[in-house]
Nanobody, 125 residues
Framework: QVQLVESGGGTVQEGASLRLSCSAS????????MGWFRQAPGKEREFVAA???????SYAASVKGRFIISRDNAKNTVYLQMNSLKPEDTAVYYC???????????????????WGQGTQVTVSS
């Protein structure tokens, strides 16, 4: 079992930055593929960013150039640095983990076996 705990959400003004953190349990975190997804009110959950165990990354087109995903294996933590936030970034952000040791940063939700409870990000205009 892998437990994931997100933190760092909040309410900010348009153009501001936030950094989300996701702390994971497990002694083999360094081999996990990790992803960030989000769900806005009335919408389906969508891919935001992912990072493989060898630190290859992928991003949704809507956040590319503004968001950065990174990981610190010594701290069992993955981060999502969010810059130039827009009102349309408002959502609950979820962290997800895949223990398959995949080398690609997958965007499909079905690839991930474990999910956190989510953290709310609200961007006001």
């Amino acid at each position: 079992q892998v437990q994931l705990v997100e933190s760092g959400g909040g309410t900010v003004q348009e153009g501001a930055s936030l950094r989300l953190s996701c702390s994971a349990s497990g002694r083999t975190f360094s081999s996990y593929r990790m992803g960030w997804f989000r769900q806005a009110p009335g919408k389906e959950r969508e891919f935001v960013a992912a990072i493989s165990w060898i630190s290859s990354t992928s991003y949704a087109a809507s956040v590319k150039g503004r968001f950065i995903i990174s990981r610190d294996n010594a701290k069992n933590t993955v981060y999502l640095q969010m810059n130039s936030l827009k009102p349309e970034d408002t959502a609950v952000y979820y962290c997800a983990a895949d223990r398959s040791r995949a080398v690609t940063a997958g965007a499909h939700q079905d690839l991930y076996d474990y999910w956190g409870q989510g953290t709310q990000v609200t961007v006001s205009s």
